[in-house]
């Protein structure tokens, strides 16, 4: 009987704490906007981003730490007692009894410590600023993704109605080459190459509709959601790509970014954080002085637990480790090391940050260009398209310049949606280097 009633205990406590590890194991999912624009996209990743989420619970173990540490300063209170049944040979009391007790309550107050207590306070201090750098290292990084999955969806969206454009182009063109062959003023020929320029043009249109699919997913990734809704509800995304040209200095990015940048920030925290362990470590080679009070009872003559002895006693302890083995050395010599690391680990930050700046520039520079380049090109590939028209259908030129002046319009529309994604994300990409916060994101 004793398995099967031990199997019952075990199904009601499981019964009445599901519902409390189901609510530690995932939160309800925020349903996303019914009209995701990039100003919504950014305020929901905010919110639901994983990688943001994460950080946050960082900075809240980091405020634990500060919380532990703060206490070694603050008196501390233990009670204690206990009762023991003996044999009365063995007794230590006067007179000889097979019983004792005692119970005590004593506050110890730390009045030096080598300086270990407050450098482990400004340590855990500084660490925390760290985790709050941190966070907003990892908000920059996640906004940027964003960005790029929202500007991809517009991207594959509008390529998409490109290809459209071009099979409707080529649908016109075959019926215009349809009619002319049932009148005889053309040949089979310009036809079935209308024919098969057609179906080509569907192979694009099926990967730019794929394309666009999996640009949603990459954005749903980026947002954080989850959730059946997620899966059945699909996310209407609004927007388009524009071309508005933003003036960016090459010395004021670098200064931007060595003077905003929260990962060099962070490491700086970290580095004054790990002085500060030194200065802890240290501390073991001096003495530590501590103040105590309290009271206590214990067993007095008697057996009766009313003729206990009782009184308070104060008084001031000291320990000086005057030789440990080493240890305090082997620790200060770790501290130290973990300095050199922290202050390397700035240097080679630092250093990626400038690379880092010099490279978004350089993309930034190479968007304009092709922007700008392709700018007028769409316009100017529609005109194109309307002479080989106008001039085939007045007998002057070929199909295959028809043809030729469509391709190189879906071409040129392809180009220029492509430029235009281009400098958007290598704008977002700029400022994340320079070490600012999203433009949609209020500080």
Known sequence: ???????????????????????????????????????????FAVGNN???????????????IVTQVTAQQLPTVAATGSYQRNSTEIS??????????????????????????RSSIRSSDLAREAALLDLKSVVNDALLSVRTAFYSVLLDREKITVQEKNVELLQQ????????????????????????????????????????RLALESLRQALGLTGAGA????????????????????????????ANLPALQRLDKLAKSN???????????????????????????????????QGWEVGVKSQWNIFDGRATAGKVSQARSVLQQSRLSFDEAELSAEVA??????????????????KKVTGQAEEAVRLANARYSAGTSTQLDVLQAQVDLTTAR?????????????????????????ELVVE
């Open 1 to 43: 009987m004793k398995p099967v009633r031990s199997l019952l205990v075990a199904a009601a406590a499981f019964v009445l704490l599901a519902p409390t590890f189901t609510a530690l194991r995932a939160q309800p999912a925020q349903a996303a906007p019914d009209q995701l624009d990039l100003k919504a996209a950014i305020g």
């Open 50 to 64: 994983f990688a943001i989420r994460q950080a946050r619970e960082r900075i809240k173990q980091q405020e634990g």
């Open 92 to 117: 230590q009391t006067y007179p000889q009894s097979d019983r004792y007790w005692t119970v005590s309550v004593i506050a110890t107050q730390t009045l030096y410590a080598g300086g270990g207590v």
């Open 173 to 212: 063109q075959l019926k215009d080459v349809s009619n002319r062959f049932d009148a005889g003023t053309v040949s089979s020929f310009e036809k079935l190459r209308a024919e098969v320029a057609l179906a080509n043009a569907k192979t694009p249109l099926i990967t730019a509709r794929n394309d666009y």
């Open 231 to 258: 899966q059945s509800k699909p996310l209407d995304v609004v927007g388009s790509l524009d071309y508005t040209p933003v003036e960016f200095d090459l010395a004021a990015a670098f200064g931007s970014a060595k």
């Open 275 to 309: 002085e500060e362990s030194v200065t802890t470590a240290r501390s073991g080679y001096l003495p530590t002085v501590a103040a105590y009070g309290g009271w206590g009872l214990a067993k007095g003559l008697t057996d009766s637990f009313d003729d206990s002895f």
């Open 357 to 374: 700046v010099r490279r978004a520039y350089s993309s930034w520079q190479e968007a304009t260009e092709l922007a700008d380049a392709s």
């Open 414 to 438: 392809t180009n220029e949606l492509q430029a235009y994604y281009t400098y958007v994300v290598a704008v977002a990409t700029l400022r994340n280097a320079m070490g600012l916060s999203d």
